[in-house]
């Protein structure tokens, strides 16, 4: 049950419960299941390098979580994926045009609540929405490009997944109180760590089956992550790149996409990038203040690596 006692979960109930009924109910499950609310977490870390009014970093909270949410809603209908949180996807259980409709409600909830807590707050927030939007449309647009470089990927990650995290940052950051050399440098910091959190997923996927999907699934769709871009450049004799694009490729297929990436060095590639930019990330922490909210940040970081 959410009480006031979580005061981020607290919120972002409020938040959806002003959707109108329809709405409400097709994400209401995702409100239910929030996961590890780590992009609202980070915010209030951030945040503790000064003195943020509590209730204000809250409502910060719920307005990142929101908008992590709605961009999970759409995520999911345009990669097909069934589950989410160990329950059904949204456009599964609701179909895709009231998902789609549920996610655009979510992301207007989040900024309505942004513009009430200042103008400051609306302008980052829709600023990343629309970096958001853009990715995604990246994201499609590289459907089966085997020739996408690791850096024009890199750059997509920091739109799709980059941006939300140094959001995230920038806010609680900025809500503390501290000056525009620490912002910047937590903005960084958030951004860094986005992209490493990404490329590190993108193993994850390849390595072993989820919650949410089998491993490797994101192959089928044409979306090719980290290590198997790695692999591609690697793979000298083009033979990864013609299976990938085989009209008769399928998810029986995905066992030996997986030996391939792995056999070309794909994945010790990608944890390698990874690496790099969880020291962009660690170099950008150190340029803050010593102290509790520091180490608290850095605590996450290295959790997030395993």
């Known amino acids: 049950m959410t009480t006031a006692a979580d005061p981020v979960r607290y919120h972002l109930a409020r938040l959806v419960g002003g959707l109108s009924a329809p709405l409400r109910d097709a994400v209401g499950g995702l409100v239910d299941r929030p996961g590890k609310l780590l992009r609202s977490r980070l915010l209030t870390a951030c945040a503790g390098f000064g003195r943020g009014d509590a209730g204000r970093v809250a409502r910060l909270g719920a307005v990142v979580e929101l908008v992590h949410l709605a961009s999970l809603v759409h995520d999911d209908v345009i990669d097909r994926a069934t589950v989410r949180r160990g329950g059904p996807a949204v456009h599964r259980a609701a179909g895709p045009e009231l998902a789609v409709l549920a996610g655009l409600a979510c992301l207007s909830a989040a900024g309505t609540e942004a513009a009430d807590l200042g103008e400051g707050v609306a302008t980052a927030v829709n600023r990343t929405v629309a970096e958001l939007a853009h990715g995604e ?31 995230c940052c920038l806010l609680g950051a900025v809500e503390s109180g501290v000056d525009s050399a620490v912002v910047a440098a937590l903005a960084e910091f958030g951004a860094e760590w986005g992209i490493a959190f990404q490329v590190l997923d993108d193993c994850l996927d390849l390595e072993a089956a989820g919650d949410d999907k089998p491993a490797g699934t994101d192959h089928l769709l044409g979306l090719f992550g980290a290590p198997t871009l790695a692999a591609l450049r690697a793979d000298t004799t083009g033979e990864l790149g013609r299976f990938l694009l085989a009209p008769s490729f399928s998810g029986s297929d995905l066992p030996r996409v997986r030996e391939l990436v792995t056999a070309h060095g794909g994945l010790r590639a990608a944890r390698t990038l990874a690496g790099v930019h969880f020291g962009h990330a660690t170099t950008a922490l150190s340029r803050t203040p010593d102290g509790h909210a520091r180490r608290a940040l850095a605590g996450m970081l290295e959790a997030s690596r395993s």
């Open 137 to 167: 449309l990246l994201d499609v647009e590289r459907g089966f490009d085997t020739a996408l470089s690791l850096p024009d990927y890199v750059d997509l990650v920091r739109r799709k997944t980059g941006v939300l995290f140094r959001l």
